[in-house]
C-alpha cells in the first residue's frame, strides 16, 4: 500500500510513463490495422492519467507534510527568523539534553552570530512507521559575516504526529559533513 501511496501521491512520474507507454501502444495498433476500437480506448489511459495527477496534487502525504514544515523551518532561517522552528519543534521537545525554550533562545543566538544567507538542503530521506517519522537530512548552510564559506551539516530529527499535525520532538547534534554525501 505504500508504494501505491508514494507512487501515485508523490512520484507519479512512472505511473505517466507507463500511460504514455499505453496509449503509444493503442495508436500503433490503432494504425497497423484501422481498428477504432483502439482509438477508442486511448480514453482510458487520459483519464487515467488525469485521475492519477489530481490525487498527486490534492493528496498530501505525510512525508509530503514533513517536508514542507522542513522547507518552511529553512525559508525562516535564511529570513533570521525562528517562527516555523517554533510551531514545529513539539513542547515535549527533548533533543540536545534541553527543552524547546532553550533550543529557540539557542537557536537564535547562532543566527545573529553566524548570518546565514542561503541554505540547500539533499539526501533527504524519510522514514515513517505509524505516527512517528526518522528524517535525515543534509543541509548546507552558506554563510556571511566573519564566519563566511559553506558548512554542511547531517541532521537527523524524529518526528512525531500530532492532532495538529507532524512536530519534531527530537533532534540528534549535527553532523559536519562533505557536501554531496
Known sequence: ????KANICEDPIYVFISLAVAVLV???LWHSNRKTLYLQLIIVPVILAG??????YYIITDREQIDQAVLAIVTDLEAGKLDAADYYLDDKFAGYK?????LLKFAQA???????????LSHDTVTITGKQADMTVTSVLDLGGKFKGKY???WQLHWV?????WRIDE???PEQTIPGF
Open 1 to 4: 500500500m505504500e508504494t501505491i
Open 98 to 102: 534541553i527543552n524547546k525554550i532553550l
Open 152 to 154: 554542511a551539516l547531517k
Open 26 to 28: 493503442m495508436l500503433v
Open 110 to 120: 547562532q543566527l545573529d552570530k553566524l548570518q546565514i544567507e542561503n541554505i540547500n
Open 51 to 56: 485521475v492519477v495527477f489530481a490525487m498527486d
Open 171 to 173: 533532534v540528534a547534534p
Open 161 to 165: 504526529k500530532r492532532p495538529q499535525g
